[in-house]
């Protein structure tokens, strides 16, 4: 269901709210169907059935996007839609949707995307100067302060930091 539509549509499935970005083609290929006779601009409390999209990960500011974590938004890119229901719909009164990043497992693979990144980038500009066994150190150090702030004993083997 369509919560808001500006800035980009805030999309609900009900339990968790999500930024939506759709494409101009998708945006062309609905307003130009003569059966959609609500505007996209108007869509807001419709459901809609989403037939093509994808999900991108991009670096915002706070300025930028309210609906961010650690300077990420989780961004559903709608490539075509439709709208589902015929009129508008309203959510059971007991429903607050929260956002999507107050969901511990989408917060852990952001953070570990994060991390997955910080290590590799950082072997590689290690590695590039020579330094393998600095490298390795220095993703050890890492992976304990990161294990430190979230209370996980996990650390990579030797074979996993050097694959």
């Known amino acids: 269901m369509v919560r808001e539509i500006s800035p980009q549509l805030l999309l609900t499935d009900g339990q968790f709210n999500v930024a939506g970005y759709i494409t101009r083609e998708a945006f062309a290929q609905y307003s130009k169907n003569p059966s959609n006779d609500v505007k996209v601009t108007e869509l807001r409390d419709y459901m ?26 989780m961004r559903l890119i709608i490539n075509k839609f439709s709208k589902f229901s015929q009129s508008r719909v309203n959510l059971p009164d007991q429903r607050h949707p929260q956002n999507l990043y107050r969901d511990d497992q989408v917060c852990f693979q952001i953070n570990k995307f994060l991390l997955d990144a910080q290590k590799a980038m950082l072997e590689q500009q290690l590695s590039a100067k020579g330094g393998q066994t600095n490298a390795a150190r220095s993703v050890s150090a890492l992976e304990a302060h990161c294990s430190q702030r979230n209370g996980s004993k996990k650390t990579l083997s030797q074979e996993e930091r050097v694959a």
């Open 48 to 73: 809609i059935t989403l037939d093509s999209w994808t999900l991108e990960l991009a670096h915002v500011t706070a300025d930028e996007s309210f609906s961010s974590y650690a300077g990420l938004e």
